[in-house]
């Protein structure tokens, strides 16, 4: 098999490519490293992979057969799409009708990374797929939740017209190995504060819920909806939901901090909940979590460490 993986120098991008080459594909990722990092596929370059350096909102011209297009670019922190709007629209819209033409064009199966975003701040809980979204398209976050959402349109509109074999997941919070340090969402953030003793900030009063998925739980779930036969989106993220404050605490407590909470004002638009419920990808595609939260954590942690004491500029950890 040969896939194509938009966005595959990325924090999820580079999980999904490296777990497709341990499947036997050869794989042809392709970033342009606007929040990518070469890092995060070093490992790889003596295995049945080419890297393309390349903005998807272009033209993608790749020789030779492919089988699977999987769509995985895109600015995906608040801190990212919050600095760099029209890149978001852009990779969203131009960027999915680039990648869906190249499926289109060598008869490809597409996978298109959507998000738990598409709900916006929810009224449902938990989040069903059938459910529509309660998103502000003129808030600061409108830029990422329209543009995935306009990429799920785009994607339908392929599927139904030119009868492409697409799939669609929408992936609830991720944490896990290759986050960026200072990447913005909550688990970095308060890790990278944790391990050096600073204030852990939290945005709001910390009652408003998440559900953290960890990396390898999710890129199974994503395998499983490439291999199967919907073509409906499907939720793939933990139901175990948990407040942000609950999850602050649990990480100055395993890294042994001395960090205390702070507070902030919450964000514009910030969801209050966020669950995912699950019984699609149970029942379609026999998926459900296996790490549990505090195992993920720690997995993450010793990640983290490893990057703060190796970068010169990083802060020197307590002894």
């Not at 042809?28 to 070093?42: E, Q």
């Not at 003596?46 to 089988?67: K, M």
């Not at 966020?274 to 296996?290: F, H, M, N, V, Y």
């Amino acid at each position: 098999m040969r896939t194509v993986v938009t966005g595959a120098a990325g924090f999820i991008g580079s999980h999904l490519t490296e777990a497709l080459l341990d499947r036997g594909h050869s794989v042809i990722g392709v970033d342009n490293l606007l929040t990518g990092d070469l890092a995060n596929i070093a490992h790889l370059r003596n295995r049945d992979f080419e890297f393309i350096r390349h903005d998807v909102t272009r033209h993608i011209d790749i020789e030779g057969p492919v089988d699977f297009v999987l769509h995985w670019a895109s600015p995906a922190s608040p801190i990212d799409y919050l600095e760099l709007p029209i890149q978001t629209l852009k990779v969203g819209s131009l960027g999915t009708h680039n990648a869906l033409g190249l499926a289109m064009h060598k008869r490809a199966r597409f996978v298109l990374a959507s998000t738990s975003e598409v709900y916006g701040d929810p009224l449902e809980h938990p989040q069903k797929e059938t459910y529509w979204g309660n998103v502000n398209p003129l808030g600061p976050r409108g830029v990422y939740d329209e543009a995935k959402r306009f990429a799920e349109a785009m994607t339908l509109a392929y599927h139904r017209t030119h009868g492409i074999d697409t799939k669609i997941v929408r992936i609830f919070n991720t944490y896990g190995p290759r986050m960026r340090l200072h990447d913005g969402r909550a688990v970095p953030a308060f890790m990278s504060q944790a391990l050096t003793d600073e204030d852990v900030t939290i945005f709001g009063d910390g009652t408003q819920t998440r559900s953290f998925t960890f990396v390898s739980d999710l890129v199974d779930g994503i395998l499983r909806l490439m291999d199967s036969d919907t073509n409906d989106p499907v939720n793939v993220g933990n139901p175990h939901e948990v407040t942000i404050e609950q999850i602050a605490r649990t990480i100055i407590k395993l890294v042994g901090s001395r960090s205390t909470l702070v507070y902030r004002p919450l964000p514009v638009d910030d969801p209050k909940q966020r669950q995912p419920d699950i019984t699609r990808a149970r029942t379609i595609l026999g998926w459900e979590p296996k790490v549990g939260l505090e195992e993920g954590l720690l997995k993450t942690v010793a990640y983290f460490k490893a990057k703060l004491e190796g970068r010169p500029e990083g802060r020197p950890l307590r002894p």
